[in-house]
Each structure stands twice: as structure tokens, then as C-alpha cells.
């Protein structure tokens, strides 16, 4: 396999100790060592990729093509139940069918029981944009939160000849991890972290205090159709709100959605698999109009239509043959298929949707419940106009049952009305009865209206003493009696 640059073959031979790591099941430790080499004529930086994981065969390397300058890569290997460490030669210039792979002399492990492999090779490039690829590399890698695995890069002192070694990125194991939860959980988990730290290895807590800020989802599909090859694809959805974000957040003013991408535990440009995957999808379904997606080479680039600039989703997708836990040649090419990854990040949304209710709501919804709002505006405006129209009527109705009151020839009736309305005999003059009487109409109208829409409570009496009708009934129900019967 050709690469495009010196990088992308580091890269490869990075994420090859990761997949080892993890087929080993047990602790490991992944150390890139970068060091100068000052005799050599240009000067040479000398690249050190070592892990604790499965010992290798050296013919996971016998296919790889690099324009490195000396064209020499040192493998050194071994199992656990080997007695000693294989070390190898090969020239990645030599045409890759006739290239033999040179044995060097063994070392002995005087009994000591240990794997791994460390692959070396020498490059005349600064040690500043080694450390910068290399470092942009592990900050993805830790989306993936491999619990098994304590990642380092070491560098001797940059470009300042002589300079001690200086540890420019340590991940140490994570007491959070637990070897029993799914990659699945372990890849949520590692998106939030990526998201609390805007990408970067400092968490922001001026935006994000804690993890209470984040929602999240995912998403799995395995397909079992292929013999020799057994895909999965997952997928995680993180949403967050920022109501002040800072002057530094690399969030700030933008709603765009950048969704990573990895293939076998390393991250991985864009296919056009992937492209098609994630412009296929129903977003409208989850509330979001797409307006395009575009290849950003590390990363896609959603662009989405009216999205606030406070709201932003972040989406993380990983395709891996699951053969990968049992220690699958490191040139095993794992494809992908826009179908499973459209699958996957719907699976997510959609598990998004049913933990986190009233976010992410589809446009059908939100069109439901934009009309309940004007339906409930235009109820209230006829509440408000039928209470207005009946309120008009409330003086003349008070004048004729005032009128009935006050012309009854019946005294005792007169006085028992006027007792009601809380007024004493002398004042019954025709303008305090009712004025008295309108009051209680229009009372009786309000209390009526702040009665909330369906309740099965019983609309106030005008002229009955609502505290001496409740006790009525408190004393019928105490003594097991049907009101009807007194």
C-alpha cells in the first residue's frame, strides 16, 4: 500500500498498535517517541512507535510503500510465550514482490514473560509539524475512549538541539473506563469528552461546567452478510446550548456540524460513502433542514438551514471490522457502506429523541404544535371577547334582579336576598342593590374564565354562600348522606 505522505504512514502504523492493544484485552501502553539525530547528514528525526499489545508478523509489513528517505524500517516483536524479541529489516523502496524482509540478530528475554513491538524508522523532517500531526491524532483517538490503553508521545525538546524529553501528550488509563461497557458506550462517552474540551486537551468551563450541559445518543448496526468480513457501524449524536459562549470557544457564532469519522480504531478522511449517507437522511424528521455537506478531508461539514448559533450537534461515526478483536492483518481494509452508516446515525438520533423528549422534534411536530399555540391564542381572544360581551350585559341584568328584589311584596323573601348579597335593610336603595348584584355577575364571570379548560369543578353560584354550601356537603359526606335526601 502507497502512501500520500510520511504522515499518513506513522498514522497507519499508530492506529496498527491501537488494534493490537486492543485484541491483547489487558492493559498496553502506546508510546511515540520522537529523536534527533545529529550526526546524520541532513539531520534525521528518529520516529519511535512502540506498544504492550499482541506481538506482530512481519508480513503485516511487507506491502507498505513510503517515500521515507533511507526507505528502512526496524521491526522489533514478540508474544508473550516467545522466549525471545524477533528483530527485522526492510527496505520499503524495493519493489514490494521481491522485497525480503532482513532477520537481525535476537534479543533474549531471560525468561520474562511480556509482548508488543516498536517499528522505527528516520525522516528528515522538523520535529514541530511531527508533533503537531501527531498530537491533532491522539486528541481524535481519545473520542474512541480505548479503556485499555495508556497513550504518551515524547519528544527531545522540539527543534532546540539538546533539550531533555518532555512528555508533549500523556493520556493515562481512565478510572471512568470499564473493560465491560460496549465500544458503543465508550464512544458517547468519548464524544462528550471531545465536546467538553472544544477538540482540544483543556475543557472550557466558562461554556460547560459539567457533563449536566450535554445530551447525547447512539447508535449500532452490524452486518453479517460477508465471510471474510464482519462490518460495524456506530454512531454518536452530543447536543449542547451555549447562552454566552466565550470570546476563545471555537463554537462562537457558528452552528455548523462536524462529524468525525473512523475506520478500525483510527481516525480517517471522508468517502464519499459517508457523504452520501449523511445527505441521505430524513433530518427534517428531527426538527433540522440540511442545507449541504461538504469534505473537509479530516472532517464532513454539515451546514444546516435557521439553526440558532447557541445549539450546536456534534456527531462522531466509527466503521470496524469486527474480525479487528482477533488480531486481523494490520493492512485489512475495512469499507464503507452508506446504508449501515445512514442506519447507525438515525439509530442514534432516534435514541436521542427518546431520551431527551421536546429536542430534536420533526417538522411535522413542531408545525402540530406551532398550530395548538395559535389555536390556544385565538381561544383566549374569544374568552376574552364573549367575557367582554357578557360583562356589557351585566348592569342591565343586575337592574332587572335588582328590580324583582326590591318590588317583591314578600318581606321575608326581600330580606333573605339582601342578607345574601350582604347588605343590611336600610340599604336597600336600588343603586346599591345593584351595583352590588353586577359585581357578583362579573365575578362570577372572571373566576369562571381562570378556570382551567376541561376541569370538572363546579361553576361558582351567584347568590349562594360558597363556604355554607361546602360545608353542607362536608357534613352529608361525614355522615354517609346523599344531599339529595335533606
Given amino acids: 500500500m502507497e502512501f500520500a505522505s510520511l504522515q499518513d504512514l506513522c498514522l497507519l502504523l499508530i492506529s496498527s498498535a491501537i488494534r493490537r492493544c486492543i485484541c491483547s484485552e489487558r492493559l498496553c501502553r502506546l508510546s511515540v517517541l520522537l529523536q534527533r539525530s545529529p550526526a546524520s547528514d541532513p539531520p534525521l528525526v528518529r520516529i519511535s512507535i512502540s506498544d504492550t499489545g499482541l506481538g506482530s508478523c512481519i508480513e503485516e509489513f511487507q506491502n507498505l510503500k513510503c517515500p521515507v528517505e533511507d526507505g528502512i524500517v526496524y521491526v522489533r516483536t514478540t508474544n508473550i510465550c516467545d522466549k525471545e524479541i524477533s528483530c527485522y529489516q526492510l527496505n520499503l523502496k524495493e519493489n514490494v514482490t521481491t522485497r525480503k524482509p532482513i532477520l537481525l540478530p535476537s534479543n533474549i528475554k531471560h525468561g520474562v514473560k511480556f509482548s508488543g513491538t516498536e517499528v522505527c524508522l528516520s525522516v528528515s523532517e522538523s520535529i514541530d509539524v511531527l508533533l503537531e500531526e501527531f498530537n491533532c491524532f491522539f486528541q481524535k483517538i481519545l473520542v474512541l475512549k480505548v479503556p485499555n490503553i495508556a497513550m504518551e508521545v515524547m519528544a527531545d525538546g522540539q527543534d532546540v538541539p539538546g533539550s531533555r524529553n518532555d512528555a508533549v501528550f500523556l493520556e493515562k488509563f481512565s478510572p471512568s473506563s470499564s473493560f465491560a461497557a460496549s465500544t458503543l458506550d465508550h464512544l458517547k462517552f468519548g464524544l462528550e469528552s471531545y465536546v467538553l474540551r472544544h477538540g482540544s486537551s483543556l475543557a472550557c468551563d466558562s461554556c460547560f461546567p459539567n457533563r449536566d450541559n450535554l445530551r447525547s445518543g447512539g447508535g449500532m448496526v452490524c452486518e453479517d452478510k460477508h465471510k471474510t468480513t464482519k462490518l460495524v457501524v456506530e454512531a454518536a449524536v452530543v447536543t449542547t446550548e ?61 451546514k444546516w438551514e435557521h439553526m440558532p448559533l447557541s445549539f450546536h450537534i456534534h456527531i462522531v461515526v466509527h466503521c470496524y471490522d469486527k474480525h479487528v478483536f482477533e488480531a486481523m492483518p494490520l493492512l485489512q481494509k475495512t469499507r464503507f457502506d452508506k446504508k449501515l452508516i445512514r442506519k447507525a446515525v438515525k439509530l442514534a438520533l432516534d435514541d436521542f429523541k427518546n431520551k431527551h423528549a421536546g429536542v430534536l422534534l420533526s417538522a411535522d411536530t413542531l408545525k402540530v404544535s406551532a398550530c395548538s399555540r395559535r389555536n390556544q391564542e385565538q381561544l383566549l381572544k374569544l374568552a376574552s371577547i364573549f367575557h367582554l360581551q357578557i360583562s356589557k350585559f351585566a348592569p342591565d341584568l343586575a337592574k332587572s334582579i335588582a328590580g324583582l328584589v326590591l318590588y317583591s311584596s314578600d318581606m321575608d323573601f326581600k330580606e333573605e336576598c339582601l342578607a345574601i348579597l350582604g347588605l343590611q335593610p336600610h340599604q336597600s336603595e336600588g343603586e346599591i342593590v345593584g351595583e352590588n348584584i353586577k359585581n357578583k355577575i362579573i365575578s362570577a364571570i372572571e373566576v369562571n374564565d381562570r378556570r382551567q379548560q376541561g376541569t370538572k369543578e363546579v361553576a361558582p353560584l351567584l347568590f349562594e354562600g360558597r363556604h355554607e354550601l361546602q360545608f353542607v356537603d362536608d357534613e352529608c359526606d361525614e355522615d354517609g348522606l346523599d344531599p339529595m335526601d335533606l
Avoid at 258 to 267: R, T, Y
Avoid at 269 to 296: F, H, N, P
Wanted: charged share 20%; proline share 3%; aromatic share 8%.
Fill in 242 to 302: 451555549i447562552s454566552n459562549p466565550t470570546n476563545n470557544c471555537f463554537r462562537a457564532g457558528c452552528s455548523n456540524t462536524k462529524v468525525l469519522c473512523f475506520k478500525d480504531f483510527a481516525p480517517c478522511s471522508i468517502s464519499e460513502a459517508l457523504l452520501k449517507a449523511l445527505t441521505g437522511i430524513d433530518w427534517k424528521r428531527y426538527g433540522l433542514a440540511l442545507e449541504c455537506a461538504i469534505d473537509q478531508r479530516s472532517h464532513a461539514l454539515l
